[in-house]
């Protein structure tokens, strides 16, 4: 890793975050969450350097959507326009990452025999939050 401060810095606000969030320390909260995607997005220009082709624009647009809307659902108790809001923003950001996905497909295949193992995590973590989620599947349908 090339620069362990913005990493250091990218981890301190994770941490922050989260325990903000746990412990109901909303001025850290709101210091924390913005601070986040730039990081993250600062992290890796600096990891990979200057923007060499679209894939890389692609990813950076993808967390710069996503950063938009975790700032706007911030502001969704003032005005209800800023949920919504934020929600387009998440999925702009969502098609950007799909788009980047759909680029770098032919280098990143799941189909290989030993990458295949990676996907067993993936669907017991699905499994369990369905279970989880279940009892509550009334409670959260539209009224």
Not at 6 to 28: E, K, P, Q, R, W
Not at 75 to 87: A, D, R, S, Y
Not at 118 to 142: D, T
Request: glycine residues 8%; proline residues 4%; charged residues 10%.
């Amino acid at each position: 890793m090339k620069n362990k401060t913005i990493a250091y810095f990218f981890g301190l606000c994770c941490v922050t975050d989260i325990l903000s969030n746990t412990f109901g320390i909303s001025i850290l909260h709101s210091i924390a969450k913005p601070l986040l995607m730039p990081s993250l997005m600062l992290l890796l220009v600096m990891e990979t350097g200057p923007v060499k082709d679209k894939r890389f624009l692609l990813m950076l647009l993808g967390l710069f959507f996503g950063w938009l809307g975790d700032v706007l659902l911030m502001f969704e108790t003032m005005q209800p326009i800023f949920f919504i809001l934020g929600l387009v923003g998440f999925l702009i950001g969502h098609l950007f990452y799909i788009f980047y996905f759909r680029q770098i497909a032919s280098v990143i295949t799941l189909t290989k025999k030993g990458n295949l193992f990676f996907i067993l995590p993936v669907a017991i973590y699905v499994v369990g939050l369905l279970y989880l989620l279940f009892p509550s599947w009334e409670r959260l349908k539209f009224q």
